[in-house]
Nanobody, 124 residues
Framework: QVQVVESGGGSVETGGSLRLSCVASAHMDRSYVMVWFRQAPGKEREGVAIIDSDGRTEYADSVTGPFTVSQDNAKKTLYLQMNSLKPEDTAMYYC??????????????????WGKGTQVTVSS
């Protein structure tokens, strides 16, 4: 069972930046997908960014700011660099891992391993 732990959240002003990290307790099998989700109060959890075992990345249409997802396989760590943050980016950010089909890659029930989240708050 792989465990993942997020960190790096905090409170910033509009236009600020944060770098989220997600450390896994073990390497996942090849052909995995790691994803960042977020959930704002009163809203459904939504996908933000995906990276797979080959390093291919994809971003959800809802992401407006320049976000960059990356990974360091040696450190078993996933990152999300978030720049030009806006108040609408305020949410709990979750890291998840699994083996989703392509059409279900942004569905929460496609992922097995979840962290407890890290809070991001952007003030105006």
């Amino acid at each position: 069972q792989v465990q993942v732990v997020e960190s790096g959240g905090g409170s910033v002003e509009t236009g600020g930046s944060l770098r989220l990290s997600c450390v896994a307790s073990a390497h996942m099998d090849r052909s995995y997908v790691m994803v960042w989700f977020r959930q704002a109060p009163g809203k459904e959890r939504e996908g933000v960014a995906i990276i797979d075992s080959d390093g291919r990345t994809e971003y959800a249409d809802s992401v407006t700011g320049p976000f960059t997802v990356s990974q360091d396989n040696a450190k078993k760590t996933l990152y999300l660099q978030m720049n030009s943050l806006k108040p609408e980016d305020t949410a709990m950010y979750y890291c998840a891992g699994g083996y989703p089909s392509y059409e279900n890659r942004f569905r929460t029930n496609s992922y097995t391993y979840w962290g407890k989240g890290t809070q991001v708050t952007v003030s105006s």
